[in-house]
């Protein structure tokens, strides 16, 4: 099972949980449609639905809410922000926003026009639509093995360099503002880029004058991968190869909400002067004076102090770490799952999971629900619900069919990982009775938030 990396803090305030009654459980769930996402939080008793927003923050980031200046221009705690921004990550100039998503909307806006391309290793839900809202053409360049789930590659998230310069050849430099880098990448199941890779890209975008932004959401987790993984990392701090890693980049959008261990806030950040001038133009349509960017005083206090935080080695170890451990046990314990595993989540194979259950019963939504009535555990479906349907109406087949577990920062201990470990185990041991799902209401878009479900009976 490999070692324990312990908690690098002890608990100074808590928030109770409780697990309700099987059949307090059962009834929530019947309630609820069989869509985790319909479940109220109070009837949860572990809540792995993402690690979004769900961070813990230290006693310092609470102590720094009380030290908000709330002017409306020229807060002190914009100017800690910028200073945190500077000396963690390198980047110059730094534009607030309430959230990941707003630096990606102003990113777009300032560099792409109608009929341009945007490399990226994956995509990722909004960052691709705002590259489409402003007239862009994404185009996935990272390399085959990302789509494998039981390929153990070390650096799954790496740009395929020969997809990229095909891109270029094919549209042109100029039809190419700039390289969108997700470091980690998320939707692979939080795979990384390794060092060399990047200098590779940053190589190549430099040959043809492309600029290169990273999705820096999980730069913190991509930095500790290379230091385990990577030669001749080892000896290097955290803060040292984050610092060369945005080295290779000419700026960087943000969700606070991940790495930078908040519950809101995002930024976006670049070296180029221009750059910054357009952006403060377009963040006060959309987010608010430059100084704040749709955040309080405070909450830019609690992200500068967070940045900071996130760069600890025992802190980003014991993040990582702990996830290795849960998905460890699964593997130990012979449950299907997305290899090697990543810094978020740990994703289970819902095809292998059940195999008496063709896609079009749902297994993942079926094994997500399921976890839930055993252990008040809920997770995400991320499989043929959340792929929707194609333009003639049809169901869209995804090759991974997952059921996503995502561990928040700081959140839970290694014995709720061990009732997480337990019950999927229990599962798989009893997976044949395990029902698939069918539609009782299915919404025409996104649909996986608010449809419902219920179990198809056995024959
Ligand atoms: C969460 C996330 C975003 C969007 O950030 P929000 O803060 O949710 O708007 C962008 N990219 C990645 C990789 C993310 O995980």
Redo the contacts with the bound molecule.
Sequence with gaps: MGHVVAEPFRIKSVEPVRKISAEARRAALEAAGYNTFLLRSEDVYIDLLTD??TTAMSDRQWAGLLLGDEAYAGSRNFYHLEEAVRDVYGFRHVVPTH????A?NILSRILIEPGDFIPGNMY?T??RLHQELNGGTFRDVIVDEAHDSQCDAPFKGNVDLGKLQALVDEVGADRIPYICL?VT??LAGGQPVSMANLRDVKALAARHGIRVFF?A??CVENAYFIQKREEGYAGRTIAEILREMMSYADGC?M????DCLVNIG?FLAMNDESLYVKACEWVVVFEGMPSYGGLAGRDMEAMAIGIRESVDQDTIAYRVEQVRYLGDRLIEAGVPVVRPIGGHAVFLDALRFLPHLSQDEFPAQALAARLYLDAGVRAMERGIISAGRDANGANRHPKLELVRLTIPRRVYTYAHMDVVADSVIRLYEDRASIPGLRFTYEPPVLRFFTSRFEPVPRG
């Design positions: 979004s927003g959230q990941g998503r707003g990606e990722f909004t960052t997700a990448v998320n999705d959401t999980r959008t969700s606070g909400k991940k995002g």
